[in-house]
């Protein structure tokens, strides 16, 4: 049992500059610890081949670990803000 399950994601107003734009979104998920390291890495490795450009950002995240003794102790649920950036054309 190693689960990664979205329970939401809210798309908030585009913000756009001069050449890219940026959308931000809160996602609430559940998680493996596993996973959510794993997610951690998919966002901070997100964008070129090359690794000089990030597509996505974490700006801010909020983790609940569940209560001690619980059986579920190895999930966390978590709700993260990430800006995702794409150029314009």
Same mark, same amino acid.
């Given at each position: 049992?190693?689960?990664?399950?979205?329970?939401?994601?809210?798309?908030?107003?585009?913000?756009?500059?001069?050449?890219? $734009? !940026?959308?931000?979104?809160?996602?609430?998920?559940?998680? =493996?610890?596993?996973?959510?390291?794993? #997610?951690?890495?998919?966002?901070?490795?997100?964008?070129?081949?090359?690794?000089?450009?990030?597509?996505?950002?974490?700006? $801010? !995240?909020?983790?609940?670990?569940?209560?001690?003794?619980? =059986?579920?102790?190895?999930?966390?649920? #978590?709700?993260?803000?990430?800006?995702?950036?794409?150029?314009?054309?």
């Amino acid at each position: 049992n190693d689960p990664f399950e979205i329970a939401n994601i809210d798309y908030q107003n585009p913000i756009t500059n001069e050449n890219y $734009s !940026i959308l931000p979104m809160r996602m609430n998920i559940r998680s =493996s610890t596993d996973n959510f390291t794993k #997610f951690l890495h998919l966002v901070e490795n997100s964008g070129a081949l090359d690794g000089d450009i990030r597509l996505m950002d974490i700006s $801010s !995240i909020r983790l609940d670990f569940g209560e001690e003794g619980e =059986s579920a102790s190895q999930e966390i649920n #978590f709700s993260v803000q990430i800006n995702a950036y794409f150029q314009k054309k």
